[in-house]
């Protein structure tokens, strides 16, 4: 019976691809605060500004690829039934050929119109004020802001609940709801965890590899397929 592997990604895996983690530099993200940049009352305050940081952070998409830790969890998916649930909104898990991935905080090459949480569109370039849906309401990044829904926690706690190894890769573990999904695996489920510089009680693992995301992901595989 082939296991279920279900890994919780953050910023840290994309790390080594050249894309900014949110709090490595001092809460600051690309010098904007979180808060102004990822927020309902930021779009509100400053609307063009926060489409032109999702605009900046959606091209840098060309100029960045997978690292090696992107392509050994899609590498995994010969040994295990592996379920990515990411905090990112990059599409490195699926360029990396990672095939089953959750989005829980939404992705930077989709958009929607600024009444709706589920009617997203494609889209792969630059998002400006004017660009509107069909039936003319403006258009925002499909990215899920600080103190919005979370429309697929309910669906990351069902892959969680039945989750036989849960691995946590590149993530503070500061963000709700996603960080609560640990508490959701089962008794027998092992945990590693994947972070360079997370405090080891902060995260009860089976496995602590206190290392970058692709020298851990490399040792991860050498335990995994021992
Ligand atoms: N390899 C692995 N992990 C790394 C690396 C690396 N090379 N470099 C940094 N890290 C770790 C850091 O130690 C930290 O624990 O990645 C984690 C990054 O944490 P955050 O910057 O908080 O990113 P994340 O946990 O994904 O943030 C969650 O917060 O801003 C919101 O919605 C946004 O999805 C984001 C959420």
């Given at each position: 019976m082939i296991k279920k592997l279900v890994v919780l990604s953050g910023a840290g895996i994309s790390a080594e691809s050249g894309v900014k983690t949110f709090r490595d530099s001092n809460g600051l993200w690309e010098n904007h605060r979180i808060e102004d940049v990822a927020s309902p009352e930021g779009f509100q305050r400053n609307p063009q500004m926060v489409l032109d940081f999702y605009n900046a952070r959606r091209k840098q998409l060309q100029e960045v690829k997978p690292n090696e830790a992107h392509l050994l969890l899609a590498k995994l998916e010969e040994y295990f039934e592996v379920h990515i649930i990411t905090q990112n909104v990059d599409d490195l898990h699926e360029r990396g050929g990672s095939s089953r991935i959750i989005h829980l905080h939404g992705e930077l090459k989709k958009a929607r119109p600024i009444?709706?949480?589920?009617e997203t569109i494609v889209w792969e370039n630059d998002l400006n004020l004017g660009d509107l849906n069909s039936k003319g309401v403006q258009l925002r990044p499909h990215i899920v802001w600080f103190g919005e829904m979370v429309p697929e926690m309910d669906q990351a706690v069902k892959i969680a609940e039945t989750a036989d190894i849960f691995l946590v890769i590149g993530t503070s573990m500061q963000v709700y709801p996603a960080a609560s999904l640990i508490q959701f695996i089962p008794d027998h489920c092992e945990v590693f965890v994947i972070d360079p510089n997370l405090d080891q009680n902060f995260v009860a693992a089976d496995h602590f590899l206190k290392t970058s995301a692709t020298d851990g992901m490399r040792k991860l595989i050498e335990i995994l397929l021992k």
């Open positions: 009444d709706s949480e589920s």
